[in-house]
């Protein structure tokens, strides 16, 4: 009988424009998700590099396959406000609701601009007000940046996301679980023996989030991690899929 679900918040969908692995169509994201047993999955576009309005429209392409209905749910990427590339809040917001978008991501470093509260403060307010999650994948080894970006936007719900190996970030990451309620650690490469049971003790199994990383990672590696760290129950569920269903539940768009 299956006692763990699993939503993965760290999931991209389409394929690389220079090669490599990734899902072309919801029908192979989800015949993956089901060989490994992942319930849902959250995802945004592999090529957001490329630009954020291409990237927004191929991830609403992406989930509004029928297979995709209650499985997938999209990420969004934000842009400053100032070069009128995507409509003042409460239309955007509207637009994600329809498109059946969750939550919001940025890539500030490749589209140019400096993520602060000049630059994108109304939106940050109104998806604080709505609680909607902000996926952080942008400030790898840009710790600095990833802690000016914290103290700027503390009622944001963050979630942290990137791809880490074996030695682990637990000195840059713990700082921020200490400080700051509203932030979230994706598990994605989380590779520390004992690591999880020792955040989830320290700052409650509540901050933490199932992630893969995939299709740069199977999603069947960090279930086997999760199961095996050493977890009650209760803490296994919350981490697998129980938290990110609180965040969506708690999204008002």
Same mark, same amino acid.
């Given at each position: =009988?299956?006692?763990? +679900? !699993?939503?993965?918040?760290?999931?991209?969908?389409?394929?690389? !424009?220079n090669? %490599?692995?990734?899902?072309?169509?919801?029908?192979?994201?989800?015949?993956? =998700?089901?060989?490994?047993?992942?319930?849902?999955?959250?995802?945004?576009?592999?090529?957001?590099? *490329?630009?954020?309005?291409?990237?927004?429209?191929?991830?609403?392409?992406?989930?509004?396959?029928?297979?995709?209905? %209650?499985?997938? /749910?999209g990420?969004?990427?934000?842009?400053?406000?100032?070069? &009128?590339e995507?409509?003042?809040?409460?239309a955007?917001?509207a $637009?994600?609701?329809?498109?059946?978008?969750?939550?919001?991501?940025?890539? #500030?470093?490749?589209?140019?601009?400096?993520?602060?509260?000049?630059?994108?403060?109304?939106?940050? $307010?109104?998806?604080?007000?709505?609680?909607?999650?902000?996926?952080?994948?942008?400030?790898?080894? *840009?710790?600095?940046?990833?802690?000016d970006?914290?103290?700027?936007? #503390?009622? +944001?719900?963050?979630? /942290?996301?990137?791809?880490?190996? *074996?030695?682990?970030?637990?000195?840059?990451?713990?700082?921020?679980?200490?400080?700051? @309620? +509203?932030? /979230?650690?994706?598990?994605?490469?989380?590779?520390?023996?004992? %690591?999880?049971? &020792?955040?989830?003790?320290?700052y409650?199994?509540?901050?933490?989030?199932f992630?893969?990383?995939? #299709?740069?990672?199977?999603?069947g590696?960090?279930?086997? =991690?999760? *199961?095996?760290?050493?977890?009650?129950?209760? @803490?296994?569920?919350?981490? $697998?899929?129980? +938290? !990110?269903?609180?965040?969506?539940?708690?999204?008002?768009?």
């Amino acid at each position: =009988m299956k006692t763990l +679900n !699993f939503f993965d918040v760290n999931c991209r969908c389409g394929l690389p !424009f220079n090669g %490599g692995p990734g899902a072309a169509s919801a029908t192979m994201l989800i015949r993956d =998700m089901d060989y490994y047993g992942v319930d849902r999955a959250l995802v945004r576009d592999i090529n957001i590099a *490329k630009g954020a309005l291409n990237s927004n429209a191929e991830v609403a392409r992406f989930i509004s396959a029928p297979e995709a209905t %209650g499985r997938l /749910y999209g990420v969004w990427c934000l842009l400053p406000e100032q070069c &009128d590339e995507i409509p003042e809040p409460d239309a955007f917001f509207a $637009a994600m609701k329809d498109a059946g978008i969750v939550a919001l991501t940025l890539s #500030p470093f490749e589209h140019k601009y400096i993520p602060n509260r000049l630059t994108i403060g109304r939106l940050m $307010a109104a998806a604080a007000a709505r609680r909607i999650p902000v996926l952080l994948d942008a400030f790898a080894g *840009k710790f600095q940046e990833l802690y000016d970006f914290a103290a700027e936007f #503390p009622d +944001n719900r963050l979630i /942290y996301i990137e791809r880490w190996g *074996k030695w682990g970030i637990d000195r840059y990451i713990r700082p921020l679980l200490e400080h700051y @309620s +509203n932030f /979230y650690f994706d598990l994605t490469g989380y590779w520390v023996p004992e %690591g999880v049971r &020792d955040l989830a003790e320290r700052y409650g199994a509540e901050r933490l989030l199932f992630g893969s990383g995939y #299709p740069f990672y199977n999603q069947g590696s960090p279930m086997l =991690m999760l *199961k095996h760290a050493g977890l009650d129950d209760r @803490s296994l569920r919350l981490i $697998a899929g129980g +938290n !990110f269903q609180r965040l969506l539940d708690e999204v008002q768009l």
